[in-house]
């Protein structure tokens, strides 16, 4: 009876639709685990398509080519080295499942298909795949593996079968994103199901950025026991060796990394840094390219893109006008110098003027008002996305969550852009990470060390400077209490009411719940951009544009 056992963990990053390359991807783990003496590797969810494939799984020609590239894997498996536990679509019966492939000594020698399909949040699994029946345990060089995938283990049926079964270990692949307090939530996942069962579990999530979604990775081990036995570093790829051996309780694992967790403000600095970077790398883009406007919002992303790809790829833009002020232009200066990257000035008179004086015929009689202030920004919007064209970069938008909320944005002007790593981050989280960004970086991170945004930005009162003395409280409440009322209105769905009952004055929970309402068909028109919260805008909150419906408060029933 085998007594000892090596199973490595690949906690890689694919790319959705590159099936050769995450085919390689696959062959290079299998050999660096096989130089460990790993017995076998798995693999994360859909991980030879990529997750989430969403509707690329409908094409014939995809799936032909996932199926073609899991045969080709499974005949390399001749040669005596480690098993290969792989996610992938599959196609059984007419049936399209979200599945594992197992393959071993040249053979696809079992298939398991995800029952639980997620329907909710940012998942829509249901809408292109089925259900599979409830699994057995496969047996793989003598030890009986249950192999639920992702969502199969936030219930208690199939894990309650696979032990019932006769099931030894659980090897979990995921694709889970991340958003803030996940990690929590996983792991008393994990620790319910090992409670139930008795059974030890490995739960492997990739890591990497997919459009809006980045995927942390931080992976992890629990023995039957509940006690931790593993953990993966969070946001890096890694190919983890986990030893394992049979006692009279069961198979035990003894060895394996012990990565700490980072803690959630780095977390999601982290993240927006990874999904940046994923989203200019596998889209091919030579680098990219902001306004840099002296306030705290581009000051953040400009360090996130530097964090994100190395100076070298990061050019940076101060567009000034009248308004304009000389703090502005000395600290979008230095925040530039101090970043290392290109810094460029493109005053935007001539284009203000311009589009003002042909449209002075049209105008003529009305006063000016936001009109031509969002000329500015349009202005501004207009030659950022001329020197992408020009040169390639890819716009990185820079408005917060607050401002996205709210509609404290203009369209077609700052809201220009390919992608907003801090779409998710509201004002007061902005802050937040820009003094933890100033005393910290991720690992791996390309940006230098030290303060990289100064404190007078940090300091400032923000401001859009499109008329003189303005600041963003002329039109907004504080947003500290701002920032509370759209948590609670966004990720939490309360009624005004409830929010009025907790110490916020109605009147200003009235007019922000307008003002989100309002702002929806600009939301749609934005560049996606990372998830962090519990409900971003997109894939998690899909409310409909032409919308009458308005919260009454609580004096309706009087």
């Not at 793989?140 to 049926?157: F, M, N, S, T, Y």
């Not at 401002?403 to 220009?416: K, R, V």
């Amino acid at each position: 009876m085998l007594q000892s056992l090596t199973i490595a963990l690949a906690q890689l990053n694919p790319t959705v639709g590159d099936i050769a390359g995450n085919a390689e991807k696959v062959r290079r783990a299998r050999a660096e685990a096989a130089a460990g003496g790993a017995d076998l590797v798995l693999f994360p969810e859909l991980f030879l398509a990529g997750y989430p494939p969403e509707d690329l799984v409908l094409k014939p020609a995809f799936l032909a080519a996932c199926r073609a590239a899991i045969e080709a894997l499974a005949k390399e498996t001749a040669d005596g080295g480690p098993a290969l536990i792989v996610g992938t679509p599959w196609v059984e019966a007419g049936e399209l499942h979200n599945a594992v492939a197992v393959l071993d000594g040249g053979a696809i020698v079992a298939l398991r298909f995800k029952v639980d399909l997620p329907n909710y949040g940012v998942f829509d699994e249901k809408r292109v795949f089925m259900p599979g029946p409830l699994p057995a345990p496969v047996a793989l060089r003598g030890v009986r593996l249950g192999l639920p995938i992702c969502e199969d283990i936030w219930g208690p049926a199939p894990v309650a079968h696979l032990a019932a079964a006769g099931a030894e270990i659980l090897l979990v692949p995921n694709g889970s994103p991340y958003r803030r307090t996940i990690g929590e939530q996983r792991r008393a996942v994990a620790a319910a199901r090992v409670s139930e069962t008795g059974l030890p579990l490995a739960y492997l999530n990739q890591i990497g950025g997919q459009d809006e979604l980045v995927f942390d990775g931080a992976s992890f081990l629990l023995n039957g026991d509940r006690a931790p036995a593993a953990q993966l570093a969070a946001f890096a790829e890694t190919i983890a060796l986990t030893r394992w051996t049979r006692t009279a309780a069961g198979w035990r694992c003894w060895q394996g990394p012990d990565a700490g967790v980072p803690a959630e403000d780095e977390a999601n600095y982290a993240a927006c840094v990874l999904g940046l970077k994923d989203y200019v790398d596998k889209n091919r883009f030579p680098g990219v390219v902001l306004g840099l406007s002296g306030g705290i919002d581009s000051a953040l992303c400009a360090a996130m893109a530097v964090d994100a790809l190395g100076p070298a790829r990061v050019h940076c833009v101060m567009l000034p006008y009248r308004y304009t002020s000389n703090q502005s232009l000395s600290d979008a200066a230095d925040i530039a110098t101090r970043l290392g990257v290109r810094y460029d000035i493109v005053p935007i008179a001539p284009a203000v003027e311009g589009l003002e004086a042909a449209l002075a015929p049209l105008f003529a009689g009305r006063p000016r008002d936001v009109t031509e202030e969002n000329l500015q920004s349009r202005a501004r919007g207009t030659i950022l996305m001329s020197v992408s064209n020009k040169f390639g970069s890819m716009v990185v938008t820079t408005g917060n969550k607050s401002e996205m909320s709210t509609g404290y944005a203009t369209l077609y002007g700052d809201m220009n852009g390919g992608y907003n790593p801090i779409k998710d981050l509201y004002k007061t989280e902005v802050w937040r990470l820009s003094r933890l960004r100033n005393r910290w970086k991720p690992a791996g991170a390309l940006g230098p060390d030290g303060e990289v945004i100064p404190e007078a930005i940090i300091d400032r009162p923000p401001t859009a400077e499109l008329k003189d003395n303005q600041t963003d409280q002329d039109t907004l409440p504080p947003y500290e209490v701002l920032d509370d009322i759209l948590e609670r209105l966004v990720e939490k769905e309360m009624p005004i009411a409830d929010i009025a009952a907790v110490g916020h004055d109605v009147e200003t929970v009235r007019r922000v719940e307008r003002m989100l309402t309002l702002a929806e068909y600009k939301r749609r028109q934005a560049a996606p951009g990372v998830k962090v919260t519990e409900k971003n805008f997109g894939r998690d909150r899909r409310y409909p544009i032409t919308n009458r419906f308005r919260d009454p408060g609580p004096d309706a029933a009087r």
